[in-house]
């Protein structure tokens, strides 16, 4: 198991509250862990970033890394 920082932003920040330490072994395995603890989430369409990255697919987290999650955002 790793332990990596979440942060987030937007309205995010209003559901999670303060950054927070989380154990996962991948993105996969942390957002189903994050559905499970915050349920208004499972509706949602979250960007991800590790280590300030945008993923779009599964990623295998290390100790330390810094999962960041926002809202969707569009250009203008």
Not at 21 to 41: G, M, R, S, V
Request: net charge negative.
């Amino acid at each position: 198991m790793s332990t990596v920082k979440i942060i987030s932003f937007g309205k995010l920040k209003e559901i999670l509250g303060p950054d927070f330490e989380a154990e996962a072994e991948n993105t996969d395995e942390l957002i189903n862990q994050l559905n499970e603890k915050f349920p208004q989430l499972k509706d949602l369409k979250l960007r991800i970033a590790v280590n300030q990255k945008i993923i779009s697919e599964n990623t295998a987290l290390q100790n330390n890394d810094v999962v960041a999650l926002m809202p969707p955002y569009s250009g203008g």
